[in-house]
């Protein structure tokens, strides 16, 4: 068995986490332990042919752990731990080079998709006016697109949501709008914030014929669809927006992100008003945002970083 694997995780590659040149802060330090202490107990201490650091990771185990481990920083912790191992010497630039190969290899499980989350930054920027758009992109697209992005950030609307919003759904004179959601724990309507609101009554105020089955989203004078905001959100996939956001964005990874975001900034206190949103009957990106919020608060519990 690997000597001293303990002192190896929690003291030598903290150490190496500590000097990296782009900080890592202390709750993603935690999780990287977290991750690590959970591939040692499942993957390391009942192997038979682990032996030493140079044997630490096995390719069919590298998989089963990004499979089964349901964190969003798994796959960063196998890169770092990996990167830990070759630049103390305990891991060979050969077999450094076919780990990395084989890691990069590995497609994203279904796991590793349901636990992507925009960080604090990247909502930001989804919500400003810093995209960038080409010159083919109408001022119809930028309008669409930033409602679509407020829409599933501020009310966490859904992509059925989206398309089904007709204005008779919203009530601009009480700022607020209709939930869609039938759910008989959630509230029938949200507030809308400051934001949103001008946005909606701008639009509202340029359509000259409006009744109650008139859709709110109108892309090239049709309803919303999957295809039209499929084609708006790959607006952000071109390489001056993929910059600033690390990977594509869809509809239910803001959603979980933004849940995830309201857990972290209240410790977990806003859970209630989230539910009242998104009521309990179909809940999947509470629960996953809900999950990563608990590892990561379980991770600080268990890690002895002060």
Not at 250 to 268: A, E
């Amino acid at each position: 068995m690997i000597p001293s694997v303990e002192n190896v995780v929690q003291l030598d590659f903290l150490k190496y986490l500590n000097r990296k040149e782009n900080q890592i802060s202390l709750r993603t330090k935690q999780r990287y332990l977290s991750d690590i202490n959970y591939y040692i107990e499942n993957y390391i201490n009942n192997s038979n042919i682990i032996d030493g650091l140079d044997k630490f990771f096995v390719p069919r185990d590298i998989a089963s752990f990004l499979s089964y481990r349901r964190s969003s920083t798994a796959r960063a912790t196998v890169v770092n731990f990996m990167n830990f191992l070759k630049e103390y010497g305990h891991l060979s630039t050969l077999k450094y080079i076919e780990l990395n190969d084989y890691l990069r290899s590995l497609k994203l499980t279904i796991v590793e998709k349901q636990m992507k989350f925009f960080s604090n930054e990247e909502l930001s920027f989804l919500l400003s006016d810093k995209i960038h758009y080409g010159d083919k992109d109408s001022e119809e697209d930028k309008t669409i697109l930033h409602l679509i992005l407020m829409m599933s950030y501020h009310l966490i609307f859904e992509q059925d949501h989206l398309i089904k919003l007709n204005w008779s759904d919203v009530d601009l004179d009480k700022k607020r709008i209709n939930n869609l959601r039938k759910d008989r724990l959630a509230y029938k309507w949200i507030s809308l914030n400051d934001g949103l609101w001008e946005k909606l009554n701008e639009m509202k105020q340029n359509i000259t014929d409006i009744n109650d089955d008139s859709p709110v989203l109108i892309h090239k004078g049709e309803r919303l669809n999957t295809n039209k905001i499929n084609s708006l959100l790959s607006i952000l996939k071109r390489k001056q927006n993929l910059s600033n956001l690390g990977a594509t964005t869809d509809i239910q990874k803001i959603n979980r992100s933004k849940i995830l975001q309201d857990l972290n900034n209240t410790n977990g206190k806003e859970t209630i008003e989230i539910i009242k949103i998104t009521g309990i009957t179909k809940n999947t990106q509470l629960e996953h945002a809900l999950e990563e919020f608990l590892l990561s608060e379980y991770s600080r519990m268990s890690s002895d970083i002060s």
